[in-house]
């Protein structure tokens, strides 16, 4: 860049041999020299201006990401939290269901479709009931040959019911058809034999009537007590003939 001295006196320059300066338009002596690549006053405030607006757009833009990010996170801990309930809940209900299915052991023994029912009383689901169920099959807590065993003890040893009655009351009990017909092959072969005892001594009861009216209400005694038809036919014989009988028609009065 040249820089030109100022002179004072005008007649010094001429003795020197030097052209006097002339000055463009605007310009003035000590005034410095601006280099035409560098922006003027007016560009540079339009330039700051434009980037201030831009600064402001980036921020204003960066602080809608950051609230934009801050309700995602908590839409995702309001999800988090209702999927905590919801499985606490849950927890809950199955928990309630187990209790109640306990108490009701306690009571009595129960095939695993009583139970299913009492849990599905209590409402969990049945995938819930179902792994329940297992459960307690596993904790023994539910035998259905156990049940049928008891069942044979109750109906068959003690009330005397025949293999009828006693598939009866299995099936009233919705045991599992395997477990039932592998019970009821395990019965003793003396369903004849225990028809007589029971006609034997319920004929003591009847010898105010005549053979019919005996014949008639042992039969169905018998019946209902879950005998064949054959075993009845020959318990009924055997009965009054053992009470001297013999299938004569009597009729006593009082």
């Known amino acids: 860049m040249v820089h030109f001295e100022p002179r004072d006196d005008a007649a010094e320059l001429a003795d020197a041999g030097l052209a006097p300066v002339t000055y463009l ?3 003035a002596p000590g005034m410095k020299r601006r280099s035409p690549l560098e922006p003027r006053p007016a560009e540079v405030d339009r330039f700051a201006a434009a980037a201030a607006a831009v600064r402001e757009a980036e921020a204003a833009e960066a602080a809608a990401d950051n609230e934009a990010d ?3 996170n908590d839409q995702v801990d309001d999800e988090a ?3 905590a309930d919801f499985a606490a809940e849950v927890a809950d209900q199955r928990e309630r269901a187990e209790k109640v299915l306990l108490h009701r052991l306690r009571g009595r023994s129960l095939s ?3 139970a299913l029912l009492v849990l599905n009383a209590t409402g969990v689901d049945s995938d819930a009931a179902s792994e329940i169920v297992e459960k307690f099959i596993e904790l023994n807590y539910l035998d259905e040959a ?3 065993d008891q069942i044979i003890h109750s109906h068959n040893a003690r009330k005397g019911l025949g293999r009828t009655g ?3 009351e299995m099936r009233r009990r919705k045991l599992d058809p395997s477990v039932m017909q592998d019970k009821l092959e395990e019965l003793p072969d003396d369903e004849v034999e225990r028809a007589i005892d029971l006609a034997t001594k319920r004929i003591g009861q009847m010898e105010r009537f ?4 005996i014949d008639r209400r042992l039969t169905g005694f018998l019946m209902r007590k879950g005998y064949s038809s054959s075993a009845v036919r020959f318990a009924i014989k055997a009965a009054m003939d053992g009470r001297g009988g013999g299938g004569t028609s009597r009729v006593r009065f009082r």
């Open 166 to 168: 006693v598939e009866a």
């Open 81 to 83: 939290a209702s999927a």
């Open 25 to 27: 338009p605007g310009a």
């Open 112 to 114: 695993t479709v009583e």
């Open 210 to 213: 005549d053979d019919q009216t």
């Open 70 to 72: 801050g309700g995602d």
């Open 146 to 148: 156990k049940l049928a």
